[in-house]
Nanobody
Framework: QVQLVESGGDLVQAGGFLRLSCAAS????????MAWYRQAPGKQRELVAA???????NYADSVKGRFTVSRDNAKNTVYLQMNSLKPEDTAVYYC???????????????WGQGTQVTVSS
């Protein structure tokens, strides 16, 4: 069994910062890409940032220059540093990991349960 557990969500004022963490645990052989998504009320889930095992990153245009994604492969953990937060960043943030549970397994997506980020104006 594989679990992804996010932490770090909170209520913060506009202009503030937060750091989200997501740790993957359980029966894991290897993790490829890891990513952060978010879903605001009444909106579709959207990609925020992603990072490959080798460290290549990509970001949604709305967060470029404000958010930074990083990972610690030894800890199977991905982070999202969020600076200069805006009210429109308010959402539930989910992490996703593309991973294999064994050498013979194929790559599958696993999701965390989400962590709430609320930015007040």
């Amino acid at each position: 069994q594989v679990q992804l557990v996010e932490s770090g969500g909170d209520l913060v004022q506009a202009g503030g910062f937060l750091r989200l963490s997501c740790a993957a645990s359980g029966s894991i052989f290897s993790i490829n890409a890891m990513a952060w998504y978010r879903q605001a009320p009444g909106k579709q889930r959207e990609l925020v940032a992603a990072i490959t095992r080798g460290g290549t990153t990509n970001y949604a245009d709305s967060v470029k220059g404000r958010f930074t994604v990083s990972r610690d492969n030894a800890k199977n953990t991905v982070y999202l540093q969020m600076n200069s937060l805006k009210p429109e960043d308010t959402a539930v943030y989910y992490c996703k990991a593309d991973l294999r549970r064994s050498y013979s397994d194929y790559v599958r997506d696993y999701w965390g349960q989400g962590t709430q980020v609320t930015v007040s104006s």
